[in-house]
DNA sequence: GCATTAATTAATGCATGCGCAAATAAATGC
DNA sequence: GCATTTATTTGCGCATGCATTAATTAATGC
């Protein structure tokens, strides 16, 4: 018996993303729902369904007759991404300190701090990406609203998705853990609005980078 | 011949929704596939592709063998998605001051100032909670993030879904229409700070009133 | 040779049916 | 009578096939 696992839909979805994101299937590019029906060895019924999926999700467009668009990302849809994650987080953020979370509950932010640092130290920039997500789900997390939570999680797959690009083409932010440990120390000492400030200009920050990147590289999509 | 127009598909997610907006299909409530399949008369497989893209945008939710349950709205999760509204249309206000937009594109958002009014005097409550709605969703649109549009109409959504109830509640927010005028005189004169910090209070402000009426009459869910 | 129309091809939308697993009911042992 | 096992039902996941319609190519008129 072969196996009884996950749905063939699950695994359509979780294929389908992670050819997304390694650009197996390339940003801008069509494919028919046959073509990625055979290409997971499956039929068309869970493809469409996953596609369905993504589609809300944000990582493609249905276009009848033409395939499944892979969504390429624009410089302006990263500022518009990035300024939603920053009125976002920097909510959580001041949220997080109103909650006065003991340092059980802030452990987590903590140690992707720690490997942060480690991670600059040892020039390792794929631990330091790694990190620096675990540190913004986290900070979310402690906001305790679930449907940030899911948007910023929806929000943040497309940065990630942009940064195997993005993050070879400037050195480690070796300034950025000092903002982290700043909203860390504002959300443990329960000062709501240093904390969100600082994560405010933190991602605002990142942003201006990340733009002036684009800029200077010429780079149309990613 | 019958008619060729909108696809099965795009009429499912369109009755479904006004099934779940007008209470027919209740919020709590679960529903088999075969059962929804035969109320919309067509086969189970476009009321399935509805019913994920519905459960993306977080009106119900799928639990396999025990059917599609609309999801109920919690006070808590009115005061999440209160959240979500205040950080993404403040910001919006802000960035709306900050394009100079002329007269003309700030027309619509005028006018639904004027209906608002009308509405009051009139006092005409579905008339107040449409111009009240386009008055948001003008402003969003104004603000020129795309991203911010889509979450904030789905999130407007799930309001909608609970104002049906609410609205009768309480009496017409007379005052409310003071804070509209006040954004869009900010937005007029480049104010972006202005244009912020009283559209975020304004929702705060929506947000206490309707937590406190929600606990008042011991909803447990809409 | 170009434009308009007809014929062909191809991709999708959807209905249908079947196998499987979960939920429920019945049966059996103690 | 209760618990455990076995039978039955039921709802879903998915493959398959067909009709429809858009896209493409061929054909025809001028």
Redesign the pocket.
Known sequence: ?PD?G???????VQELRARIFSGDLAAGSD?????L?NLL?????????AVLTLEGQGLLE???????RILPLSPDDMAEIYDVLTELESHAAERAAQLDHDDDDLADLARAIRDMDAAITGNDLDAWADADDRFHTELVRLGGNSRIEAIVAMMSDQVRRARTTTLFMRPLPTKSNEDHRTVYQAIREGDAATARETHRQHRQHAKSILVELLGKHRLRFL
Not at 41 to 49: F, G, I, K
Not at 62 to 68: N, Q, S
Request: glycine share 4%; charged share 35%.
């Open positions: 018996m009884k996950p749905s063939n839909v699950q695994r359509a494919h028919l729902e046959s073509e029906a060895e499956m039929s068309r019924t869970p493809v469409r369904e249905l276009r009848p007759r033409k395939g499944v």
